[in-house]
């Protein structure tokens, strides 16, 4: 168990809908990230959260947003759903944002868009 | 931009035999490099990672890894594989300030 909690474990929603996938951080870790791991494209970084400021942007689309909470767990909104979200969404926190700092994963929230 | 290269999606051993998953990256400055493992239905998990300091590191499991930079490598190893070790395996690299770049997976098989 890493310590880093998703929710929901699975999801299945219709196209053109909007969903929340929420990520609860290891207890004292300010950074959060969000990962989209999909057959095609692998792992894809999308944004990073640290003490409730954004700090990085990857290939996050202009449908998906996200926000980290002041009790630092994070929140990730997808809408107008389509076919090809579908993928596993994954979570992950590391104490600081600099790059030895290790990254602790949850297991991942599986979207399925119908 | 940094980028990752595994060569091989998927590699297959026999229980027993040396295990050689190989990574390749690109990153204009020096890089910090990982490897991770992802069991079926979980999520990542850390097995190593090169920061600074010695080349040759040591990770969970029996694995260990070597980063070569004027071959811009950081092959994973384990001398004897376990069925145990069956898995998606990414290589990850990050340069600068910019978080987790991965590679595509390799998938270990480890036959009986």
């Known amino acids: 168990d890493s310590g880093v909690t998703q929710t929901p474990k699975h999801l299945i929603t219709a196209t053109g809908q909007r969903v929340t996938l929420r990520c609860s951080p290891r207890?004292?870790?300010?950074?959060v990230y969000w990962y989209q791991q999909s057959l095609d494209q692998g792992l894809q970084f999308l944004i990073q959260?640290?003490?409730?400021?954004?700090?990085a942007k990857g290939n996050i689309l202009e449908r998906f947003s996200a926000q980290q909470f002041p009790d630092l767990h994070s929140e990730l909104n997808l809408s107008s759903l389509e076919l090809g979200d579908s993928a596993l969404y994954f979570c992950?926190?590391?104490?600081?944002?600099?790059?030895?700092?290790?990254?602790?994963f949850g297991q991942g929230t599986r979207l399925t868009v119908v | 931009a940094q980028s990752v290269t595994q060569l091989g999606s998927h590699v297959s051993v026999s229980e027993g035999a040396l295990v050689l998953l190989r990574c390749n990256y690109s990153?204009?400055?020096?890089?910090?490099l990982f490897w991770y493992v992802q069991y079926p239905n979980q999520g990542l998990q850390l097995l190593l990672k090169?920061?600074?300091?010695?080349?040759l590191v040591k990770g969970i499991n029996g694995f260990e890894a070597e980063f070569k930079k004027s071959e811009t490598s950081f092959h994973l190893t384990k001398p004897s594989a376990h069925m145990s070790d069956a898995a998606e395996y990414f290589c990850?690299?990050?340069?600068?300030?910019?978080?987790?770049?991965f590679g595509k997976g390799t998938r270990l098989s480890v036959i009986a």
């Open positions: 992950a926190s590391s104490v600081g944002q600099g790059p030895s700092t290790e990254a602790f």
């Open positions: 207890s004292g870790d300010l950074s």
């Open positions: 959260y640290y003490n409730g400021e954004e700090r």
């Open positions: 990153s204009s400055v020096p890089p910090y």
């Open positions: 090169y920061t600074t300091g010695a080349t």
């Open positions: 990850a690299v990050i340069s600068g300030n910019t978080p987790l770049v």
